[in-house]
């Protein structure tokens, strides 16, 4: 696997790629890689002929006061797993290099109706960072088939968006959440937790469990969301948002959908946990 830093080095790797015949795969992430990103490296090959990975820790999609400086950077370990994925080409740019302006009146790519509520509604601007940098990434790599994870999934909602608005023509695959044995999602911010905080972590997922089974029966949606909402609660999380929402696009769920997802953000200490659970609604 070559490390490429530079924008220029970048495209004369994917120059002789093309002139190769050689169909791209692009893994965009920011770095402190799990076995959840590994997934997307794994899915990425099946697609294409070369897989580009990025590391890239987005000042963009920051708000104040969260975590952009104590967010884990381990580049060396990054490359070592990812070459023994056979990943062809990682860029582990500079902000400046990617930025090279500056952010102050840097062009400022929105997505709107997908990016708004949920996490778009708790974390204001996040989106437009994450759409700004990745429309930044398919610029620059150009890639036939991207890759990512279904944990972040207001996230791939917002990308397919982006790509079928902007004309990239990219194939979007949304890889399925890596679990740990005890049901928690990975998450480079699983770090945060403490050892106690740990234990307590995978409740999140046994409570959306309990959910999705309810409403599979047929219960009365407000009835089961409240009571989700209560057990995520007494189970020690302070939950910033569980709502179900049509799985196809994030709107609001009618009498008449049937594949939804359910979605919750909640801390847990200092760290936030995402997560979300495909249900399948029955007909009234």
């Known amino acids: 696997m070559k490390t490429v830093s530079q924008i220029n080095a970048l495209r004369e790797q994917l120059a002789q790629a093309r002139r190769d015949g050689l169909r791209i795969a692009l893994v965009p992430t920011m770095g402190n890689l799990h076995a959840g990103h590994l997934s ?34 381990t580049l060396e370990a990054d490359q ?13 740019p500079s902000t400046a290099e990617l930025y090279p302006t500056g952010r ?10 997908v990016s708004e509520g949920l996490c ?6 996040h ?29 791939l909602a917002v990308i397919r968006k982006l790509n079928r608005d902007l004309h990239f023509g990219i194939e979007i695959i949304g890889v399925p959440i890596v679990r740990a044995e005890d049901g928690l999602a990975l998450s480079s911010r699983n770090g945060y937790l403490s050892e106690q905080e740990r234990a307590i972590a995978p409740r999140l997922k046994q409570c959306l469990d309990a959910l999705k089974a309810r409403l599979e029966q047929g219960v009365a949606r407000d009835v089961a969301l409240r009571e989700a909402l209560a057990a995520i609660s007494e189970s020690g ?20 959908t049937r594949e939804a997802v359910i979605l919750v953000a909640a801390h847990l200490g200092r760290t936030r946990l995402l997560d979300n659970l495909k249900v399948a609604l029955p007909a009234a």
Do not use: W
């Open 104 to 113: 102050d009146g840097l062009c400022n790519v929105q997505v709107p109706g």
């Open 40 to 73: 997307l490296v794994r899915e990425a090959r099946r697609h294409a002929d070369m897989v580009v990975a990025s590391v890239f820790v987005n000042p963009l999609q920051f708000g104040p006061g969260e975590d952009l400086d104590s967010y884990p950077r």
């Open 120 to 125: 778009g509604g708790n974390r204001p601007g």
């Open 127 to 155: 989106f437009d960072g994450v759409a700004t940098v990745v429309s930044i990434l398919f610029n620059l790599v150009r890639p036939e088939v991207a890759c990512f994870g279904e944990k972040d999934f207001q996230q």
């Open 237 to 256: 999380f302070k939950p910033d948002y569980l709502e179900l929402r049509r799985a196809a696009d994030l709107g609001p769920v009618e009498d008449d």
């Open 80 to 92: 070592n797993a990812l070459a023994a994925e056979g990943c062809d080409l990682l860029f582990a």
